[in-house]
C-alpha cells in the first residue's frame, strides 16, 4: 500500500469503516484473533476496538516471541549467566523476561557478564574479542528473525570460532495457530495474520486454515488502515462463504515467500516440538540446530541440569491472555503488582507484549475507555 497523506488516511479509514459496517449483522459477535506483536501496538495505538462496530473483538494471541518463550528456557539462561566463563550475548527486550527465581537483570546485578546486542552477527565480533570466554546467545524468535539468526550461526560456524554457541528456542506460527483451533478453548473467527514473519514463508503455510478449519484469515501490514483492510477482507470472505488466505500486504509479502530465507531455515535448523510459556508443548512448532551446526548448541556442547523445578508466576495468566482467553485488565495482577516497571508476567515485558500494551494505551493513559 502506496504511503497516504494524513486526510487520504482518513478518508481510507471512513471508507473501509463503512464497508465493515455494511458486512456486519447486528447482534453478531465476531472474535478476530491479530498473532503479531506489533500488530497489537498498532491496534492500541490507533484505537482500532473503538472505532470498529460493537460485536466485532479483535483480541490478541500468541504473537510476542519475548512473551512465549517459556519459563524453563529462562532458567537455563541464567544458569549459564552464572557461569564464570560466559558471557551471554542477548537482545535488550529479554533482560527483564522472568524465570522461577529471577531475570537477566538480577544476575547482571550480581556480576553476570550480559551483552545487550542490536544484531546477532555481533556475536561474532564478542567471540573474536573474548577468545577466552563462552559467547551464549540467546536464540529466540518468530520466522522473522529466525533466518537472520540461521545466517549467523552459519556463520559462526564458517569463521570456524569455537568460543561462540547458541541457545535456541524459536518458535514458528503456523502450528501455534493450528493449536489454538484444535484445543477449541476460545471463539475465533478469523485471524489477522503476520506481515512480518509472512515476508519470510509466504502465504502457503497458512493454507490449512481454510482447507482444513474452515476460518477465514488474511496477511495484514502495520498501519491501521492496513489492519482494517485486513478485517475488511475477512468479512467478505465469510459474506462469500468462501474462506481463503487474504493477502492485503502485497506490497512487502509475495505467494512464495522469501525462498532464500527458507532455504538457509532448512540447512540450519531441524523442526521440533517446543514448549510455548503459559501454554505447554506444541507438536512440530520449535527449531533446534540441525546435526551440522550440533557443535554450536550450548546444551550440547556445555551441558547442565537446573537444580529447582521451573514454576510459573503464581497468580500470573499470561497463558490465558496469549490464547485470547482474557483481556490482560482481567487478569488479578494486572496493574497491581504486574506492571512494567516490575513485571511479574513476561506478557508484561516486551513493548509487544498484550499487558505492557494494553496497560500503556488503556490501563495507565487515563485516554481510552474500553467497553466491556
Known amino acids: 500500500m502506496k504511503k497516504l497523506t494524513l486526510q487520504e488516511k482518513q478518508q481510507t479509514a471512513e471508507a473501509l469503516l463503512h ?12 472474535r478476530l484473533m491479530e498473532v ?27 504473537g510476542c516471541p519475548v512473551c512465549v518463550t517459556d519459563q524453563v528456557y529462562m532458567d537455563k539462561a541464567l544458569v549459564y549467566a552464572g557461569m564464570d566463563d560466559v558471557i551471554i550475548a542477548t537482545f535488550g527486550d529479554m533482560l527483564k523476561v522472568p524465570g522461577s527465581y529471577s531475570s537477566l537483570t538480577e544476575a547482571q546485578t550480581k556480576g553476570a557478564h550480559i551483552h545487550v546486542i542490536y544484531t546477532p552477527l555481533e556475536v561474532l565480533t564478542l567471540g573474536k574479542q573474548y577468545p577466552h570466554k563462552k559467547i551464549v546467545f540467546l536464540a529466540i524468535g518468530f520466522e522473522t528473525t529466525i533466518a537472520v539468526i540461521g545466517a549467523t550461526v552459519k556463520a559462526v560456524a564458517e569463521a570456524g570460532l569455537r ?5 535456541v ?9 493450528r493449536a489454538l483451533l484444535d484445543r477449541q478453548v476460545g471463539q475465533i473467527d478469523g485471524f489477522i495474520l503476520p506481515g512480518h514473519v509472512s515476508v519470510i514463508i509466504g502465504e502457503q503455510p497458512y493454507a490449512f486454515l481454510p482447507m482444513e478449519y474452515a476460518i477465514p484469515s488474511c496477511i495484514a501490514g502495520f498501519d491501521g488502515v492496513e489492519v482494517l483492510s485486513a478485517v475488511l477482507n475477512i468479512l ?19 505467494q512464495e515467500g522469501n525462498l532464500v530465507a527458507q532455504q538457509l531455515m532448512d540447512e540450519v535448523y531441524d523442526i ?3 514448549t510455548w510459556r503459559g501454554i505447554g508443548v506444541i507438536p512440530n512448532s520449535g527449531l533446534k540446530l540441525s546435526e551440522a551446526y550440533a557443535h554450536l548448541d ?7 541440569t537446573l537444580d529447582k523445578p521451573s514454576l510459573d508466576p503464581k497468580g500470573c495468566q499470561c497463558g490465558r491472555v496469549l490464547q485470547g482467553l482474557i483481556k490482560p485488565n482481567e487478569c488479578p495482577l494486572f496493574g497491581k503488582a ?8 513476561a506478557c508484561m515485558v516486551s513493548v509487544e507484549g498484550s499487558c505492557a500494551a494494553w496497560y500503556k494505551y488503556g490501563y495507565a493513559s487515563g485516554g481510552l475507555s474500553w467497553e466491556e
Open 338 to 345: 504486574c506492571t512494567p516497571d516490575h513485571a511479574i508476567g
Open 36 to 62: 503479531c506483536g506489533t500488530h497489537t501496538v498498532a491496534i492500541f495505538r490507533e484505537g482500532l476496538r473503538q472505532v470498529l462496530p460493537k460485536g466485532i473483538e479483535l483480541v490478541s494471541g500468541p
Open 163 to 167: 568460543n561462540v554457541f547458541f541457545l
Open 272 to 274: 521440533c516440538d517446543d
Open 236 to 254: 467478505e470472505q465469510r459474506h462469500r462463504g468462501r474462506f481463503e488466505v487474504g493477502n492485503t500486504y502485497h506490497s512487502v509479502v509475495m
Open 19 to 30: 464497508r465493515i459496517k455494511d458486512l456486519h449483522t447486528e447482534g453478531e459477535n465476531i
Open 169 to 177: 528456542s524459536h518458535k514458528l506460527v503456523p502450528p501455534a495457530l
Open 298 to 304: 550450548v546444551e550440547k556442547m556445555i551441558p547442565i
